[in-house]
């Protein structure tokens, strides 16, 4: 099979899988208007390997929901600074039909000569540009929005997201970049006390076994708002989250890292 090698997602959420298969473990989440690079085709011909270009993250995606695109019209994705959909749901209306999308998705929109390629479409939700950097209250209301979504292994939207997909969406709707498992975003900026942090720093925990786990974004003085279980806002000291609910330490306090300076 020839393939471009090159793709974009026009549809709301494409699986990323860490095999050529359904049935295998789904490892993040490509979401509509993300681009990225064709790596490896299966021999059956119905799995593509793909390479996000936001985080360089490596997967499988099923070939039916792989949208080829030229080298030409990547390129210009790449170089233009795009609207990221800001509203926790919307709706477009894309090539005549009407698509759910979610926070983080990247809009085609008309008046971009970069997306001369693509159907007419129409949008008018909330946007911003993708480059554009905002205040640490508007991170922590954006990161609050996904308050009760389901915690999801692999996970990138409102309808299921893990603890680093939570991270990296929030910061990236703020205008920041990090990559997308806990485990690169441990090394990204510089440690800082806990008694010394702010709001929008970043801390990392380890589980019983002593290794790094968990990642969560503090928004207040003893406050930290993370996926477990769902997105939810727990105390934190310099042990670790306490969940107040069932009046425990779940996760040990490891590191605090201050990426937006």
Known sequence: MQLENHGVVRLSIVPVRAEQSDASEMISQLLFGEHYRVLEVSENEAWIKVENAFDAYQGWI???????????????????????CTELTSKILFDHQVSFITCGAILPLLNNPLFKEEANVVFNGNSKSMHQKVGISTLINTAKMYQNTPYLWGGRSPFGIDCSGFTQVVYRMAGYKLPRDSSQQIMKGEEVKLDEHIAGDLAFFTNKEGKMNHVGLLIGENEIIHASGKVRV??????????RKQNRYTHHLFKVKRVIK
């Open 234 to 243: 727990d105390l934190i000291d310099k042990k670790g989250i306490f969940n």
């Open 62 to 84: 099923d070939v039916k929901q792989h949208h080829p695109i030229s080298q030409e019209y990547f390129e210009q994705i790449e170089s233009s600074d795009y609207k990221i």
